[in-house]
């Protein structure tokens, strides 16, 4: 999968992890410590050449119903050094990725988006509708990104 995406989108030497915990404030902490642990200039970063961000719910704007278009990813960059045991990681929804970074718009946010329009690995009639189901308090970044997305197929 990775071979088909644009080289636009895979630019970033961060990685966001959401930790998944009982309660808001335990997801803070993990996240914290990971950001702590494998953060920007981390010696984890230093090793492989790529940071972790530690993200919690109130970092990313997501649509209504994300957690039910979660998608596992399980394969051997997944286990264990030893190989066992294999974890599985839960990744977004490629849409759904869409709209967290266009809620952001930063140009590498959009850049990262206008890439996967352009190969059309993405539907924007569907990042369209779940910008329409956030919740009210982010109106106004989901107006701004449903402006980008459709000036976007206006000029191209």
């Known amino acids: 999968m990775e071979e088909e995406l644009p080289a636009a989108a895979t630019m970033s030497m961060e990685v966001d992890i959401l930790p998944i915990a009982a309660d808001n404030d335990e997801t803070a902490r993990l996240a914290d410590l990971i ?3 494998a953060g920007e200039f981390s010696p984890f970063e230093d090793l492989h050449g790529f940071s972790i961000d530690g993200v919690y719910l109130q970092t990313s704007v997501l649509p209504s119903g994300w957690r039910d278009r979660l998608v596992p990813v399980t394969n ?16 977004l929804d490629k849409e759904d990725l869409c709209v967290a970074k266009l809620c952001a718009l930063r140009e590498k946010d959009r850049n990262f988006v ?7 690995l993405v539907d924007t009639h569907v ?11 982010h109106a106004r970044a989901a107006s701004s990104a449903h402006r980008w997305l459709t000036s976007l197929h206006r000029r191209e």
Do not use: H, K, S, Y
């Open 127 to 137: 990042i369209l509708g779940r910008l329409a189901t956030l919740d009210p308090d």
């Open 76 to 91: 051997a960059n997944t286990a264990a050094p030893g190989g066992d045991p294999q974890f599985t990681g839960w990744c």
């Open 35 to 37: 950001e702590g642990v």
């Open 114 to 120: 206008a890439a996967l329009v352009r190969a059309d």
